[in-house]
T-cell receptor, first 115, second 111 residues
Framework: GENVEQHPSTLSVQEGDSAVIKCTYS??????FPWYKQELGKGPQLIID?????GEKKDQRIAVTLNKTAKHFSLHITETQPEDSAVYFC??????????????FGTGTQLKVEL | DTAVSQTPKYLVTQMGNDKSIKCEQN?????MYWYKQDSKKFLKIMFS???????INETVPNRFSPKSPDKAHLNLHINSLELGDSAVYFC??????????FGSGTQLSVL
């Protein structure tokens, strides 16, 4: 089955700096790669996603890159703010028989943005 | 107007009891999921239903039984609760391609 590795497990940056979180996946059938942000006491929320036919996508201060050959994808947050502090999860998704998709999550990165 | 709602938010119970968690989505999505998040924050898929049909059943003990009475509801019943079942359980729904919309979670504590 799919295996998604995520690094680092914790990341502390100064406000205004950039943060980078990296993931690798194993299943070449995975074709959709979302990133989720989970704040304390809440469910994960989708912040950005990328499909396998795209190499890079940007949404304001957040960008995601995908290297399909190497099975690597990364999340980049620029100009970090205290409200960016949360746990971030990468995920890899593929279609399953019967409809729907199977999403496998990485192990999470606790991001702390310090003033 | 909550998109994915699950109840209860907190569930404290004794070992050996049976309990249920309910989930409803008003997004019109075809697919619903149950995920378990352990104390290390690891999210693991348990079940997935597509149009009321079970399509994903990961290696979950038989004590866990999902039920989907219609496309908008996916409930989780747990028999003979064990200490190791303590976790946060998340319901989610998806229109396609794995873009999941999560509920706010149910914190289950088994004493």
């Amino acid at each position: 089955g799919e295996n998604v590795e995520q690094h680092p497990s914790t990341l502390s940056v100064q406000e205004g700096d950039s943060a980078v979180i990296k993931c690798t996946y194993s299943d070449s059938a995975s074709n959709y790669f979302p990133w989720y942000k989970q704040e304390l006491g809440k469910g994960p929320q989708l912040i950005i996603d990328i499909r396998s036919n795209v190499g890079e996508k940007k949404d304001q201060r957040i960008a995601v890159t995908l290297n399909k050959t190497a099975k690597h994808f990364s999340l980049h947050i620029t100009e970090t703010q205290p409200e960016d502090s949360a746990v971030y999860f990468c995920a890899a998704s593929r279609r399953v028989t019967g409809g729907g998709n199977k999403l496998t999550f990485g192990t999470g990165t606790q991001l702390k943005v310090e003033l | 107007d909550t998109a994915v709602s699950q109840t209860p938010k907190y569930l404290v119970t004794q070992m050996g009891n049976d309990k249920s968690i309910k989930c409803e989505q008003n997004l019109g999505h075809d697919t619903m999921y149950w995920y378990k998040q352990d104390s290390k924050k690891f999210l693991k898929i348990m079940f997935s239903y597509n149009n009321k049909e079970l399509i994903i059943n990961e290696t979950v003990p038989n004590r866990f039984s999902p039920k989907s009475p219609d496309k908008a509801h996916l409930n989780l019943h747990i028999n003979s609760l064990e200490l190791g079942d303590s976790a946060v359980y998340f319901c989610a729904s998806s229109p396609d391609r794995g873009k999941l919309f999560f509920g706010s979670g149910t914190q289950l504590s088994v004493l």
